[in-house]
């Protein structure tokens, strides 16, 4: 209802310039009426931009300069609340900039009707708006990305949990699905942990998971990112899936005997002992992967096929083999 009451105030001040006033400043409040119509019909169907969104913003701040270049005062008071809807629409960081620029704009822009003793009194005033606008936006960053690591991190190894690894999959499917490429999951765990915990405690066992972490991190090839939450689009994704259990995605994969430098260097590396204050520990892995055969493969499947190869892999340890599944 209030977008409605912004649209037709929008159109009727803009017809209202174009017949009677000033034809620019209409003709850029029904340029930002048409980005707001456009706005409230791909919300209205469900499939709202982002996008629509920001180019929204930016021409009404486009407009709201003009208004304190013909206008003077009349447009100034429209900066105040166009500063907070700036952290409603970009990130942070992106805000405050558009934010001190648009007020700096705004205010040389009134010079052109308003007396410069007046317009540094505003200039004061929003200073003044934009410090406490940006110290409260920043308290909602923090706040935000800290749950958001709280949601997406495992808290002892810091790699991804299990659900943000899910997540993780199905993008990873869906691009490999794209671009015709393979995505290999290889599915871990280690043999021996619940023999650690139970003999040597809990601490010693916490130590072992982070060990065995960097350890998958320092496996992976060297050329491709590991996963960490300020990425956005590494090649490969590492997860403590919870317990003893890991989760490695491999991407952009031509052929599947790529992996197997992967997989020889995670055996590898994982078996090495443990050196804990004066303890050595053996923690021998379970090493299965599944890859994306049928080309409509969805993350559980792969996840369940991996964990049958890692058990089918446990199984021949027993008997000794150590060859992935």
């Not at 205010?107 to 505003?122: D, K």
């Not at 923090?142 to 199905?170: H, M, V, W, Y």
Request: hydrophobic letters at 45%; proline letters at 2%; glycine letters at 4%.
């Amino acid at each position: 209802m209030l977008h409605c009451v912004a649209l037709f105030t929008l159109f009727g001040y803009g017809l209202h310039h174009i017949i009677n006033e000033i034809k620019l400043l209409g003709s850029l409040l029904l340029a930002s009426g048409g980005l707001l119509s456009v706005s409230l019909y791909c919300d209205y169907r469900n499939n709202f931009s982002a996008l629509i969104l920001k180019l929204f913003s930016l021409m009404i701040t486009l407009t709201i300069v003009a208004t304190c270049y013909y206008l003077g005062i009349r447009g100034i008071i429209f900066v105040f609340p166009l500063i907070t809807s700036f952290f409603y629409s970009f990130q942070f960081k992106i805000a405050a900039s558009i934010a001190i620029t648009t007020s700096i704009c705004a205010l040389l822009a009134t010079l052109n009707t308003v007396e410069p003793s007046t317009v540094l009194r505003l200039a004061v005033a929003l200073g003044f708006n934009i410090f406490f606008i940006t110290s409260i936006a920043y308290l909602v960053y923090t706040q935000q990305k800290s749950l958001l690591k709280e949601a997406r991190e495992d808290p002892l190894t810091g790699i991804a949990n299990r659900r943000c690894f899910n997540e993780l999959l199905t993008q990873a499917l869906a691009e490999a699905q794209a671009s015709e490429t393979i995505v290999a999951l290889l599915y871990m765990d280690l043999n021996d942990f619940k023999t650690v915990n139970d003999k040597y405690g809990h601490c010693v066992g916490d130590i072992v998971l982070k060990e065995a972490s960097l350890r998958l991190q320092s496996c992976i090839r060297e050329a491709d990112a590991v996963y960490k939450l300020e990425h956005n689009k590494p090649n490969e994704h590492i997860a403590r899936l919870g317990g003893d259990e890991f989760a490695i995605i491999l991407k952009d994969i031509t052929f599947i005997n790529e992996i197997n430098d992967v997989t020889t260097r995670i055996l590898n590396k994982m078996n090495e002992p443990y050196l804990i204050d004066e303890l050595t520990l053996h923690c021998h892995v379970s090493l299965g992967m599944a890859w994306n055969k049928n080309k409509n493969s969805s993350a559980q499947v792969l996840m369940r096929q991996a964990d049958s190869a890692m058990y089918q892999a446990k199984k021949n340890s027993r008997q000794g083999d150590h060859n992935p599944t």
